[in-house]
């Protein structure tokens, strides 16, 4: 080849680039700017380090264009490709709203599917930033059938890699999804909006008016539907909290979290923890405040944090380690267990286990909640599926009852009966059927009755029935509570637990799959 045809193709492939950076074009960039929503390219640029993203199938384009003799956009509605968070590998599409809307078309749908299929034979994680008006109406079943092989390749890497979806504007009917079946959904608030039917279809079948925010906006998914796990107030902060949550991953299933740093296990801190904690089991307290006492700098990434808040998920370190927590709420419903905290805990176990993340649960619980909206709502099933996942989990499992621990909640609270490794318990403990209160109640009903001094009689029967049947003792005799420990010894506790359970093994009985209560 001549060095002028070199030339002449070297500027036809500088020309093509350039033409495929514009995506939709100029005009349609500014007016993605005038919505307060950054490109693709740019929010590709926010997420990877500086420098590392590598495009793929940027020349490819679709089967339809928006008018007729319109030409077809180099790389069609997304941007793909993989590069570098924090060092580590991530794969990554980029819906592209100035192009037809972000439509999935089946160009479209080959871009995202090639991706999933490199993070999976790589073993890398895939970040999804949805941006999109749905199924490109002018392709009919291939805009379909482009939506039906990303939902397959999202259930096959479910548990394999971890899966992230930003949600950057609308993303309707079947585009929700895919983000439905990853692992974390984060929303940018006032741009992001999720329904599978929108409010002129709500109104024309149902009769009912409701606006894109009020049935999709982060509100609804942040405290009501639960189906958001992260809200964030720009996209630049977005972008900031998915690298945050990133470092708390490993790459795929397996391999575990990077450790990051070195720590004590003694940490000084925990001497606040009795002043956090009250000894009487009626009074509340923010089990954040423990949360923050225990983690490495008192960095807890929580999951849904308005979501079910009488249960707090999330992710921090132990010396350095990546650990899930768990913990009942007691400033919140007393930090009773009911449907979504059950179905949020459950589902936030069941993520840990997959990816090798040790899960410490904080017990300070007083039952299920009772109520006919929680029976017809299926509690029994809900409830159920905490069981199942704490009970399925094979990672290292470590609790610490606080307080309180009563009835089927206390079985269900990572107990030692759902195979906890070691379960530890504060002095101030109780574990019983039920509390004492209501205990002495029922056994002593006569007794207290006949009392010529009943309140004395009750109240020395609650004192003897705690003595007897609910302190810590009675269950670290029996061996459910592996050790009763110093509040002030938590930290250490669990670190040196989770040092000895660093090479647990743990075999389940040969099956397909379990058929978890959903």
Same mark, same amino acid.
């Given at each position: 080849m001549t060095e002028p045809n070199t030339k002449k193709l070297l500027q036809?492939?500088?020309?093509?680039? @350039?033409?495929?950076?514009? =995506?939709?074009?100029?005009?349609?960039?500014?007016?993605?700017?005038?919505? /307060?929503?950054?490109?693709?390219?740019?929010?590709?640029?926010?997420?990877?380090?500086?420098?590392?993203?590598?495009?793929?199938?940027?020349?490819?384009?679709?089967?339809?264009?928006? /008018? #007729?003799?319109?030409? $077809?956009?180099?790389?069609?509605?997304?941007?793909?490709?993989?590069?570098?968070?924090?060092?580590?590998?991530?794969?990554?599409?980029?819906?592209?709203?100035?192009?037809? =809307? =972000? @439509?999935?078309?089946?160009?479209?749908?080959? $871009?995202?599917?090639?991706? +999933?299929?490199?993070?999976?034979?790589? =073993?890398?994680?895939?970040?999804?930033?949805?941006? @999109?008006?749905?199924?490109?109406?002018?392709?009919?079943?291939?805009?379909?059938?482009?939506?039906?092989?990303?939902?397959?390749?999202?259930?096959?890497?479910?548990?394999?890699?971890?899966? +992230?979806?930003? +949600?950057? /504007?609308?993303?309707?009917?079947?585009?929700?999804?895919?983000?439905?079946?990853?692992?974390?959904?984060? !929303?940018?608030?006032?741009?992001?909006?999720?329904?599978?039917?929108?409010?002129?279809?709500? $109104?024309?079948?149902?009769?009912? #008016?409701?606006?894109?925010?009020?049935?999709?906006?982060?509100?609804?998914?942040?405290?009501? &539907?639960?189906?958001?796990?992260?809200?964030?107030?720009?996209?630049?902060?977005?972008?900031?909290?998915?690298?945050?949550?990133?470092?708390?991953?490993?790459?795929?299933? !397996?391999?575990?979290?990077?450790?990051?740093?070195?720590?004590? &296990?003694?940490?000084?801190t925990n001497s606040n923890l009795l002043k956090i904690v009250p000894s009487e089991s009626s009074k509340t307290y923010d089990i954040h405040e423990v949360l923050l006492n225990i983690i490495d700098d008192h960095d807890f990434m929580e999951i849904q944090k308005d979501y079910a808040q009488n249960i707090v998920i999330g992710f921090g370190r132990l010396a350095g380690r990546s650990v899930g927590f768990v913990g009942n709420q007691p400033n919140h419903l007393a930090g009773v267990l009911d449907i979504n905290a059950s179905v949020k805990a459950a589902r936030f176990v069941r993520f840990c286990d997959a990816f090798n993340i040790p899960i410490v649960t904080f017990i300070d619980v007083p039952g299920f909640l009772p109520g006919t909206d929680q029976e017809y709502g299926g509690i029994i099933r809900h409830g159920a599926k905490l069981i199942y996942a704490y009970a399925e989990a094979t990672v290292p499992k470590i609790s610490v009852l606080l307080r309180k621990a009563y009835g089927g909640a206390y079985i269900v609270m990572s107990s030692k009966h759902l195979r906890g490794d070691i379960n530890l318990s504060w002095p101030s403990a109780e574990i019983a059927v039920m509390g004492p209160d209501s205990a002495v109640n029922i056994i002593h009903k006569e007794k207290i009755a006949n009392s010529k001094k009943p309140e004395q009689t009750r109240a020395k029967l609650i004192e003897t029935y705690k003595y007897t049947h609910s302190n810590p003792y009675v269950a670290a005799g029996h061996g459910f509570i592996d050790n009763v420990i110093n509040p002030d010894e938590t930290r250490e506790h669990i670190i040196n637990s989770l040092n000895m359970l660093q090479n647990k093994r743990a075999d389940m009985p040969p099956k397909k799959h379990g058929n978890i209560p959903l």
């Open positions: 036809e492939l500088d020309k093509l680039r @350039s033409q495929s950076r514009l =995506g939709g074009g100029k005009h349609r960039i500014e007016q993605q700017h005038l919505k /307060g929503k950054l490109t693709a390219r740019e929010r590709i640029h926010l997420l990877f380090d500086e420098g590392s993203f590598r495009e793929i199938d940027s020349f490819m384009t679709s089967h339809s264009a928006e /008018g #007729e003799g319109e030409a $077809k956009p180099l790389g069609d509605a997304v941007v793909t490709g993989y590069g570098n968070v924090h060092g580590r590998l991530i794969f990554a599409f980029s819906q592209d709203f100035t192009v037809m =809307g =972000g @439509s999935v078309s089946d160009t479209v749908g080959k $871009k995202i599917c090639k991706i +999933i299929d490199l993070a999976m034979k790589t =073993g890398a994680p895939v970040v999804g930033l949805n941006d @999109s008006g749905g199924a490109r109406i002018q392709e009919g079943v291939l805009s379909l059938a482009a939506y039906g092989e990303i939902f397959f390749r999202n259930t096959q890497a479910s548990g394999v890699i971890p899966q +992230i979806s930003v +949600i950057l /504007g609308p993303s309707a009917g079947g585009a929700v999804y895919s983000p439905g079946i990853t692992d974390f959904i984060f !929303m940018v608030r006032n741009v992001a909006q999720m329904y599978i039917t929108g409010p002129d279809v709500i $109104k024309a079948v149902i009769g009912e #008016e409701v606006t894109h925010e009020e049935l999709g906006g982060t509100l609804p998914h942040n405290t009501k &539907s639960g189906v958001s796990h992260f809200v964030l107030e720009t996209e630049e902060e977005c972008f900031l909290e998915v690298r945050r949550l990133l470092t708390f991953l490993p790459s795929n299933n !397996m391999e575990d979290p990077v450790v990051q740093g070195l720590f004590e &296990s003694k940490s000084p």
